[in-house]
């Protein structure tokens, strides 16, 4: 199935024009109505807002792989259930091939939780990019699986679940994660511990990780890690900009694991600005 777009019509009509309208999704199959089930492969969109006041399971299931799933700019959204919610916005296990991007996810447990097990390489090939990740109260988009990719998002106000204690802005398991371009800001420790940890970007078993040019803030907690980078080897964190207050900046859980930190900038709010990662050059 082929994508046409409003926008790219426009510029064709339009020719010479500098075209910026956002190009919207327009042949695909329309999702009206909450809860949601994908089963049949192909591209899916908004034509509107939808909301929910579900409390648990996912407001839209992802059941197949080869997914596109457009928002056109409208937003998912949960109005009740209160901060104790255990709903998730968009949810997939094991799939392969996901696409999601361009909308508001606001007031989950999880805003996007594409799902695999140990040691996260069933699912593969994921995309999340230009998503407005709002007021989720545990995690604002954790994918898991090899070869996935989460650019230009904005994650915000992340965290204050009673149910849980670490939180993360954008959390990821598995190899070949590619973070790039993403502003992350105010991540707050859920209630359930509070010696827990506010990461703004986590990512764990993730061999040959690239972490770039990502913008990381968040409020003042206890404890929290900027971009943290757990049981892998091989990874590249460059020209992150890491602001606000943080007790870590960049760290690599182990020192062997071959970490290598360029380009980074850290506000005055940093305590400890890099960690097992090896300074290559221009870390202020």
């Not at 046409?4 to 695909?28: K, P, W």
């Not at 078993?205 to 409020?219: E, Q």
């Amino acid at each position: 199935m082929q994508t046409t777009t409003r926008a790219a019509v426009l510029c064709v009509l339009l020719a010479g024009v500098v075209c910026t309208a956002h190009a919207e999704t327009i042949n695909c199959t329309p999702i009206t109505s909450l809860p949601a089930v994908i089963t049949v492969q192909g591209i899916y969109c908004f034509t509107g807002h939808l909301n929910t006041g579900m409390t648990s399971g996912n407001a839209i299931e992802i059941q197949t792989n080869n997914v596109a799933l457009d928002l056109n700019g409208w937003k998912l959204g949960r109005q009740a259930g209160g901060i104790g919610t255990q709903a998730a916005g968009i949810h997939a296990f094991q799939r392969k091939n996901i696409t999601i991007r361009n909308g508001t996810i606001r007031g989950f447990y999880q805003g996007i939780w594409i799902e695999d097990t140990s040691p996260y390489t069933t699912s593969s090939g994921h995309l999340v990019e230009d998503m407005h990740l709002d007021a989720n109260t545990w995690i604002g988009i954790r994918v898991e699986g090899s070869g996935n990719i989460v650019r230009r998002n904005q994650v915000v106000n992340t965290g204050g679940s009673p149910l849980a204690d670490n939180t993360a802005g954008i959390d990821l398991f598995g190899p070949g994660a590619r973070v790039l371009d993403n502003d992350v800001s105010e991540v707050v420790l859920g209630t359930a511990d509070p010696n827990g940890t506010a990461f703004g970007i986590n990512l764990n078993f993730a061999d040959d990780a690239a972490v770039v040019g990502n913008r990381v803030g968040k409020s003042n907690t206890a404890f929290g890690n900027g971009v943290s980078i757990n049981t892998a080897v091989n990874v590249l964190l460059l020209g992150n900009q890491l602001l606000g207050k943080w007790s870590y900046g960049l760290v690599v859980s182990d020192v062997f694991a071959g970490g290598k930190c360029r380009d980074n900038f850290f506000s005055a709010g940093v305590t400890y600005p890099l960690f097992n990662c090896a300074n290559v050059a221009n870390n202020n």
